[in-house]
């Protein structure tokens, strides 16, 4: 019977007609029973699709999981209304192709973190790049069985496919610690703090090739950037200041290094064994032995006729360039300010690598910006509550350079306890490069000392967060802290900045 016909037909009974929508309804609910049963049983089998929605931050729709070490809780989901607590969950559940939210905080044992963090897929680890993650600290330490260097104690090991790591910092205070380890893998280290590693920021091992971009190094014990292997990285608009050795590379590593800043290094750049380098508008100043050291077999190309270097070498302590290798720096369009050694030539030449060169292989680099556009950004001071000074009772490394081939570890380090960084201030603010001569390692006479007023203990501590030789001395009756001692009028005033900019009353003292 059709539908139509209980309008039109008034001689059929009203029973009549309800039965037969009655028949209609139970036939549509059999044909939608049967359509919806394929769906019913996936649903009950697939436990990939259980999987996710037992835990909505794998859903492939939600490549997001947030992580905040004061308010989050493993328990929770991820989402940013229910942030994880730790780093160390948020990897175990997170799919490749999604990002690790950071919240300001430090990250650590304490908090439930296990170290080493273990990036080996395509994930962003991200906290703040535009502050280059101030206050999203990682500190900590762990032991790591590497494939090319044995035993090694480091805080994050990019391995295999490890995606990104971007605005967090970095902080291993372990003697032999590093920061980041890149082992054989291709990441994007990029808007990064490296400071505080007991022997390194960022050690490339193996055969890696990762972009290292835009990172602040400062105050690593051994080196900023470490590179061997095979390894081909690209180093673009880092700043190195203050630390052993700005970038070591060793064994046959390969790197373009472009745009960078080094300032106040025991070493700004030093190459051993076959490494190879090409250095393109790089400023190499106040090193306080040589801005540039190569040794063994390694090879430099500091700006060919074809392609100037554009690099400035000035204000370095003992020389700006020492070639103690065989095989001639062509360094056209390189500007140097001081003394030299060995065979350099700077007015005509043509780089000629190694025959295992590899420099042909790497990618070519972005345009690059003008001069003026290398100014770093602000960055405020260390909060002495998120970032835990460093222990006196740590052994002190070994010095000076390990063997490249007989130990594993590859520990480049300087003394711990040298003259040479008595002027080494933590974290300045903000980080400025000086444009006029330092004083680091200058057997000069004390001209000028820099005193802050501190009211309770809390400030005392806020103060020795940044200078950490800072002692109490009495001025006029009244109790002050010296933070420092300086020959040059710029460091002082620089010093005095820093702490005014903190909101702390000062005096200099000449």
């Known amino acids: 019977m059709e539908s139509s016909d209980c309008h039109t037909n008034p001689k059929l009974s009203f029973s009549l007609c309800q039965l037969s929508r009655l028949n209609q309804l139970t036939h549509l609910f059999l044909m939608v029973s049967i359509i919806a049963l394929p769906c019913k049983m996936v649903l009950q089998t697939s436990p990939t699709m259980a999987q996710e929605i037992a835990h909505p931050s794998l859903n492939k729709n939600n490549k997001i999981i947030y992580v905040d070490p004061q308010d989050g809780d493993d328990d929770r989901l991820g989402k940013k209304s229910s942030p994880l607590q730790t780093i160390t969950q948020a990897l175990k559940i997170a799919p490749a192709g999604s990002t690790i939210q950071l919240a300001n905080g430090t990250y650590s044992e304490k908090t439930g973190e296990k170290f080493p963090l273990i990036l ?163 400023e190499v100043i106040n090193s306080s032995e040589a801005g540039l050291t190569a040794i063994a077999q390694s090879h430099v190309d500091l700006g060919t006729d074809n392609e100037p270097g554009q690099n400035i070498f000035r204000s370095n302590h003992k020389l700006d360039i020492q070639n103690a290798t065989s095989n001639e720096i062509v360094a056209v369009g390189t500007e140097v300010q001081g003394d030299t050694q060995g065979d350099i030539s700077f007015e005509r030449g043509t780089f000629v690598a190694s025959k295992n060169s590899a420099l042909k292989d790497l990618p070519p680099l972005p345009p690059l910006p003008p001069r003026h556009d290398l100014a770093q950004p602000t960055l405020p001071p260390v909060n002495p509550n998120e970032i835990e000074p460093t222990p006196a009772n740590l052994p002190a490394p070994p010095p000076v350079l390990a063997s490249s081939t007989g130990d594993k570890e590859l520990v480049f380090s300087s003394p711990s306890g040298s003259s040479e960084t008595s002027d080494v201030i933590p974290i300045p603010y903000p980080p400025t490069v000086s444009s006029s001569s330092s004083t680091f390692g200058s057997s000069a006479p004390v001209k000028y000392k820099v005193l802050v007023e501190v009211l309770d203990d809390g400030e005392a501590d806020e103060v020795r967060s940044l200078y950490p030789e800072a002692f109490e001395t009495i001025l006029q009756g009244e109790s002050w802290l010296q933070v420092g001692a300086f020959n040059n009028l710029a460091k002082a005033k620089q010093a005095e900045q820093n702490l005014v900019n903190l909101g702390f009353a000062t005096y200099l003292l000449e």
Do not use: C, M
């Open 120 to 282: 080996d897929k395509q994930i962003i680890i991200q906290g703040n790049p535009q502050n280059q993650g101030y206050k999203t600290i990682i500190q900590g330490d762990g032991y790591f069985i590497s494939p090319t260097g044995a035993g090694q104690n480091i805080a994050i090991a990019a391995l295999k496919d490890a995606g990104s790591i971007i605005g967090i910092t970095v902080t291993n205070n372990h003697s032999r610690g590093h920061g980041i380890w890149v082992e054989s893998a291709s990441p994007r280290i990029v808007n990064n703090t490296l400071t505080r590693n007991g022997n390194t920021g960022v050690s490339v091992n193996g055969k890696s090739s990762p972009l290292i971009e835009n990172n602040y190094f400062y105050n690593n014990l051994g080196n900023g950037l470490l590179i061997y292997g095979t390894s081909q990285p690209q180093v673009i608009k880092n700043t190195f200041e203050q630390t052993g050795f700005g970038i070591s590379l060793v064994q046959h590593a390969t790197a373009k290094i472009t745009d960078n800043i080094f300032d106040g290094n025991r070493i700004g750049i030093i190459l051993e064994g076959t490494s190879q380098a090409t250095l393109r508008h790089n």
